[in-house]
């Protein structure tokens, strides 16, 4: 559908070499989103990022003070013909959206002032789950020329699963590294595309105007998908998100109904290496990693029966015994119940509390786990 005009337009289809198998993985694909999710099995896709048109309801020509035009505030893309117009194109991406993710699949959408609210509103009437919203903070936002309003320096994203109850993947772990070993916060301070990474023509026009960052997508990528998993981007303009999963190893499925768009995003695609799987191993979280019980330390040589434990500050010690129990005075018991019963307190984490002298120093067992889980695997 033409939503700007509300009636039916001959989009750009897919030629009979691009009709798209079930899914079309890492390609391209020419033509409308909402028909050609259609087409798309249900349930093959483990995530979809949408970067939609977002209805900036701008009125004629927007001028820098040296009297040049602002890119990408009359674009024909951008521009519908009223409120429920827009609405209902939401509505018909998103219920297509919700259809092709997995049950653990999950689907984040980026949009301004001008349209993520009434995004999120439909999100909810679709039974989707917020689970975040995002604030790209912007490092070099465009400034207010006007001098009318505040600085647009964000945009948000929304991060939703399928449902209230369903599973889905956050590699808490790897967003930690990536910050370097702090909790990843939901304001996120990237720069706007630019440098060597902005694509233009030859006269040096913006190919696209509102190209996103390959630093944004690969945040959210590696948030919320596995390597190997299927990313698909219903509006994908010049190949943001196809470039960028396609080198952290995830297949991808890219629609874009601009044919121009979709040329250089095949170009563009087609120059990245995809990164060998060692690299791009997500870090496990540890509740994904496989259980390691504490006798097995004992029988793999790691302790040894009769070997003393201690507490934080040598302040508690105990036993260890060969069936994986501790001794300390008169009880026995699992690591958690005997560093429990020491403290006097309701619950442990005997891996945590309990320590075990290495070279004069104190090391948690918890790290003799570590070591046993990686000769393991």
């Known amino acids: 559908m033409d939503y700007a005009q509300g009636r039916p337009q001959n989009s750009p289809q897919p030629s009979d070499s691009e009709d798209p198998a079930l899914p079309p993985l890492d390609r391209v694909l020419v033509g409308d989103c909402v028909q050609l999710m259609a087409r798309l099995a249900s349930g093959s896709v483990d995530m979809v990022f949408a970067d939609p048109p977002y209805n900036l309801q701008l009125q004629g020509e927007l001028l820098r003070p040296n009297h040049s035009r602002v890119d ?201 290496e995809p990164g060998a799987s060692d690299a791009v191993a997500t870090t496990a979280s540890k509740r994904e990693e496989p259980r390691i019980p504490f006798g097995w330390l004992i029988e793999h040589g790691l302790l040894k029966p009769g070997q003393l434990l201690y507490g934080p500050g040598r302040r508690h010690t105990a036993k260890v015994r060969a069936d994986g129990s501790l001794v300390s005075a008169d009880a026995t018991g699992s690591i958690h119940r005997i560093g429990a019963q020491v403290q006097g307190a309701p619950a442990c984490n005997g891996w945590i509390f309990w320590h075990v002298e290495t070279k004069g120093a104190l090391v948690p067992i918890d790290t003799l786990r570590q070591q046993l889980r990686a000769r393991l695997n």
């Open 72 to 272: 990408g505030v009359e674009e024909d893309w951008d521009r519908f013909a009223d409120f429920a117009t827009y609405d209902k194109f939401t509505q018909d991406w998103l219920t297509q959206a919700r259809r092709v993710l997995k049950p653990d699949g999950s689907l984040w959408v980026i949009g301004s002032y001008h349209n993520i609210f009434r995004v999120g509103a439909k999100l909810q009437d679709l039974g989707f789950w917020i689970l975040n919203d995002i604030v790209w903070r912007k490092t070099n936002p465009m400034p207010n020329f006007r001098g009318k309003r505040f600085t647009n320096a964000h945009e948000t994203m929304i991060w939703a699963a399928r449902g209230e109850k369903a599973r889905y993947t956050f590699n808490y772990q790897a967003m930690k590294a990536l910050n370097e070993d702090l909790q990843m916060r939901s304001d996120w301070l990237i720069p706007i595309c630019g440098g060597p990474e902005r694509l233009r023509e030859e006269d040096g026009a913006k190919v696209h105007p509102t190209q996103k960052p390959e630093a944004l997508l690969h945040r959210a990528i590696l948030a919320a998908s596995k390597p190997g998993a299927t990313i698909l981007d219903p509006f994908a303009g010049t190949g943001t998100t196809c470039a960028v999963a396609k080198r952290l190893g995830r297949h991808w499925i890219g629609i874009e109904r601009d044919p121009k768009y979709a040329a250089w995003a095949r170009e563009r695609v087609a120059a990245i």
